[in-house]
């Protein structure tokens, strides 16, 4: 992979595939995107609506790390038991990981376990704090085969017109048929086509204000 890092808009690092001609946050601000999408819209939405002692997390695209630093941030002062399982078949080199200012700016007593989430052994269950569980599956949505049910899925793949075969119809069905009754799906994406497979599913979509510089996100509900 051909990879640059380049700083955006809030401070925060990003970086840029040339073969994808893509960068994997917004030019925006990395962290106020994932903040906007995942946390807030994501996280906060569900602790609000929902009480449960365990919380299953899919995510699909681990990518830089950035959406499991800010919910390891987000739980790290609450009692709910967390399993949090990625899905990246490429993952970044350390060598360029280990170059991102996401600490920097959220804290240095995260270094840790944010260099952990990029070293940690693949394909294995992995405790690495005392409430959080980690799954990192070297493999893609199209081919891994789910064992979990999950409630919050965060859905970050690089976008349609640069991966199209992540949004395929069968994908996002393979999820809805993993998650529990009443949970959620977040994502920065909201072309038509995703909407109306994600309603043909069965998904109820909410159409959301979007991060800076995006004028809409989507939340599905199951």
């Known amino acids: 992979m051909n990879l640059k890092i380049i700083q955006t808009s809030d401070g925060s690092d990003t970086i840029y595939n040339s073969e994808l001609n893509e960068t994997y946050h917004s030019l925006h601000g990395s ?3 994932s ?12 602790i609000k609506k929902k009480s449960r002692k365990k919380i299953n997390i899919l995510e699909v695209g681990f990518g830089t790390g950035l959406n499991f630093l800010l919910t390891n941030i987000f739980f790290e002062r609450r009692k709910e038991k967390i399993f949090y399982h990625t899905i ?23 270094s840790e376990i944010f260099s952990l989430s990029h070293s940690i052994e693949n394909d294995k269950k992995n405790h690495i704090s005392k409430n959080l569980e980690f799954l990192k599956s070297k493999i893609s949505i199209e081919d891994i085969v789910l064992t979990d049910n999950y409630d919050i899925i965060f859905y970050d793949a690089f976008a ?4 199209p075969s992540m949004w395929e119809r069968k ?22 086509q995703f909407k109306r497979d994600l309603k043909s599913i069965g998904f109820k979509v909410d159409v959301l204000p979007g991060p800076k510089g995006k004028k809409e996100m989507v939340r599905a509900i199951k």
Do not use: A, R, W
Not at 35 to 46: A, C, M, P, Q
Not at 102 to 109: A, T
Not at 179 to 192: K, P, R
């Open 31 to 33: 962290i106020n995107e």
């Open 35 to 46: 903040n906007t999408v995942y946390i807030k819209n994501g996280l906060e939405y569900y």
């Open 88 to 110: 990246e078949p490429y993952p970044l080199p350390n060598e360029v990981t280990e170059k991102l200012n996401f600490v920097s700016k959220v804290g240095e007593q995260y």
């Open 160 to 163: 349609p017109g640069k991966q």
């Open 171 to 192: 994908n996002l069905e393979k999820i809805y048929s993993h998650m529990n009754y009443d949970t959620i799906l977040v994502t920065y994406c909201s072309s038509g």
